[in-house]
């Protein structure tokens, strides 16, 4: 526990430096990119292959070449938009993947490969994205991640009885969901009430995008739950002392983090000033 304390400690430090401490873009930028090129490499480990043993260089180069698309796409925004465009559409076929696993499973093949670029690219420079519009909205959105999956945790362990996706993730319960989605509303209203000056068709619009973002946040995490079972492996990785990889701790912003950035500007282009 006091391994698992330290270092969500350091982690959070880190983070919070690179987003307030400077007002300089590249703290964040160099933190993106590192954190997809190591997510990029566990993301590899989690894929088919002919044997037990994971090929590191070739992992490392997966890393490096998720790195790299992701460096693209921090540069020029258009990349960053069409990524977006295809993290989104994935998400929503997982939809299906998660329901009919593991029923169905043909999703588990080599275009994973393809799937893991887009989608840690897409994150890390959605990510990047909100941060850039403002450190706070970077900070809300992962208090309605973090918020949610805390409501989620507490309620579903007191509470939990139906369970979400038995399958996939035993643990997670409907109740759970509720408790999560009821822990995040509280978040929103404090934030709509307090710091925003919308109209109330903006503030519709304001929650319609929160709420879709709280529930990607769990498909997310559902995702990354039945890849590591359909690959045989509990953590993603082991460079977090008592919380296993980069992935496992982001593996809920993987689906969040792009709807909440695209939903912000699709807001912007209809007039909606966040």
Same mark, same amino acid.
């Given at each position: 526990?006091?391994?698992?304390?330290?270092?969500?400690?350091?982690?959070?430090?880190?983070?919070?430096?690179?987003?307030?401490?400077?007002?300089?873009?590249?703290?964040?930028?160099?933190?993106?990119?590192?954190?997809?090129?190591?997510?990029?490499?566990?993301w590899?480990k989690?894929?088919?292959?002919?044997?037990k043993?994971?090929?590191?260089?070739?992992?490392?180069?997966?890393?490096?070449?998720?790195?790299?698309?992701?460096?693209?796409?921090?540069?020029?925004?258009?990349?960053?938009?069409?990524? =977006?465009?295809?993290?989104?559409?994935?998400w929503?076929?997982?939809?299906? =993947?998660?329901?009919?696993?593991?029923?169905?499973?043909?999703?588990?093949?080599?275009?994973?490969?393809? !799937?893991?670029?887009?989608?840690?690219?897409?994150?890390?420079?959605?990510?990047?994205?909100?941060?850039?519009?403002?450190?706070? =909205?970077?900070?809300?959105?992962?208090?309605?991640?973090?918020?949610?999956?805390?409501?989620?945790?507490?309620?579903?362990?007191?509470?939990?009885?139906?369970?979400?996706?038995?399958?996939?993730?035993?643990?997670?319960?409907?109740?759970?969901?509720?408790? &999560?989605?009821f822990?995040?509303? !509280?978040?929103?209203?404090?934030?709509?009430?307090?710091?925003?000056?919308?109209?109330?068709?903006e503030?519709?619009?304001f929650?319609?995008?929160?709420?879709?973002?709280?529930?990607?946040?769990?498909?997310?995490?559902?995702?990354?739950?039945?890849?590591?079972?359909?690959?045989?492996?509990?953590?993603?990785?082991r460079?977090?002392?008592?919380?296993g990889?980069?992935?496992?701790? !982001?593996?809920?912003?993987?689906?969040?983090?792009?709807?909440?950035?695209? &939903?912000?500007?699709?807001?912007?282009?209809?007039?909606?000033?966040?």
């Amino acid at each position: 526990m006091l391994e698992r304390i330290i270092t969500a400690l350091v982690l959070v430090s880190v983070v919070l430096s690179c987003m307030f401490a400077t007002e300089s873009k590249y703290p964040m930028l160099v933190l993106m990119i590192i954190a997809s090129a190591v997510a990029g490499y566990e993301w590899f480990k989690l894929m088919p292959r002919n044997t037990k043993n994971v090929i590191k260089p070739l992992a490392w180069g997966y890393g490096l070449v998720t790195a790299i698309l992701s460096a693209l796409a921090l540069h020029y925004s258009d990349v960053a938009l069409l990524l =977006w465009a295809a993290s989104i559409f994935t998400w929503i076929l997982s939809v299906y =993947w998660v329901k009919s696993y593991p029923e169905y499973d043909n999703w588990y093949n080599p275009s994973l490969k393809g !799937i893991g670029l887009v989608l840690v690219s897409a994150a890390v420079t959605a990510i990047f994205a909100v941060w850039d519009s403002s450190p706070w =909205w970077l900070m809300y959105l992962f208090l309605l991640v973090w918020g949610a999956d805390s409501g989620a945790y507490f309620v579903g362990r007191k509470l939990g009885k139906r369970k979400l996706a038995a399958d996939v993730s035993p643990n997670k319960s409907v109740e759970g969901l509720y408790g &999560g989605l009821f822990t995040a509303m !509280i978040i929103v209203v404090v934030v709509e009430v307090m710091y925003l000056d919308l109209s109330i068709a903006e503030h519709i619009l304001f929650l319609i995008l929160s709420v879709v973002t709280v529930f990607s946040s769990v498909l997310g995490d559902l995702f990354e739950s039945m890849i590591k079972r359909r690959a045989g492996i509990k953590d993603s990785g082991r460079i977090l002392p008592g919380h296993g990889g980069v992935l496992d701790r !982001i593996d809920s912003l993987l689906a969040a983090a792009p709807i909440f950035a695209a &939903g912000m500007y699709v807001l912007k282009l209809i007039g909606v000033d966040l």
